[in-house]
T-cell receptor
Framework: GAGVSQSPRYKVAKRGQDVALRCDPI?????LFWYQQALGQGPEFLTY????????KSGLPSDRFFAERPEGSVSTLKIQRTQQEDSAVYLC??????????????FGPGTRLTVT | KNEVEQSPQNLTAQEGEFITINCSYS?????LHWLQQHPGGGIVSLFM???GKKKHGRLIATINIQEKHSSLHITASHPRDSAVYIC????????????????FGKGTHLIIQP
């Protein structure tokens, strides 16, 4: 069946531009996670949704980062006024569980963002 | 925040060799995960451990809670094992069901040559 999909797969933005990254979770999955993975680093948690509710946004690095999941399915991660340090792969994961351990999360292929 | 260190950072080996990847962490945990990440970003969970040892095919994961250390072993390695292997630990900061205090290591980039 279809897994988690993300679009675009690659995005090049000029410093100062706004970007929007999309995640399509597996249909019916309750939980959705966003992670940021800088080059040569492990992923770092950004934010978590349970249905449409954003229950944890403690990992968002600044107020330029904003995520939403208005209907409890597709999610968008928006970065305003991009900076070079925002360059990373942004990973989305979904889970059928409300309380989802890492082993219960299904990861998408990621969006590689390069800010020039 | 838990500090997670993996070693080695990069490892190149010949097909058939026994591979060991190590993970150390600084603070008590409720669980440790080993993940495999192939080029293109896709991440797959290999193991979740809270004690002892687990085996799945040619993969073996062990954890020593007292030593705050875990190892991932690959027996009879094959080029298709080439990937980044990531260790992640969970410290139970809260029970809200979110990231649960997950901290990821930087990963070990493994290349198995034919």
């Amino acid at each position: 069946g279809a897994g988690v999909s993300q679009s675009p797969r690659y995005k090049v933005a000029k410093r100062g531009q706004d970007v929007a990254l999309r995640c399509d979770p597996i249909s019916g999955h309750v939980s959705l996670f966003w992670y940021q993975q800088a080059l040569g680093q492990g992923p770092e948690f950004l934010t978590y949704f349970q249905n449409e509710a954003q229950l944890d946004k403690s990992g968002l690095p600044s107020d330029r980062f904003f995520a939403e999941r208005p209907e409890g399915s597709v999610s968008t991660l928006k970065i305003q006024r991009t900076q070079q340090e925002d360059s990373a792969v942004y990973l989305c994961a979904s889970s059928p569980k409300r309380v989802a351990g890492l082993y219960e999360q299904y990861f998408g292929p990621g969006t590689r963002l390069t800010v020039t | 925040k838990n500090e997670v260190e993996q070693s080695p950072q990069n490892l190149t080996a010949q097909e058939g060799e026994f591979i060991t990847i190590n993970c150390s962490y600084s603070v008590g945990i409720s669980a440790l995960h080993w993940l495999q990440q192939h080029p293109g970003g896709g991440i797959v969970s290999l193991f979740m451990l809270s004690s002892g040892k687990k085996k799945h095919g040619r993969l073996i994961a062990t954890i020593n809670i007292q030593e705050k250390h875990s190892s991932l072993h690959i027996t009879a390695s094959h080029p298709r094992d080439s990937a980044v292997y990531i260790c992640a630990v969970r410290t139970p900061l809260y029970s809200g069901g979110g990231a649960d205090g997950l901290t990821f290591g930087k990963g070990t980039h493994l290349i198995i040559q034919p």
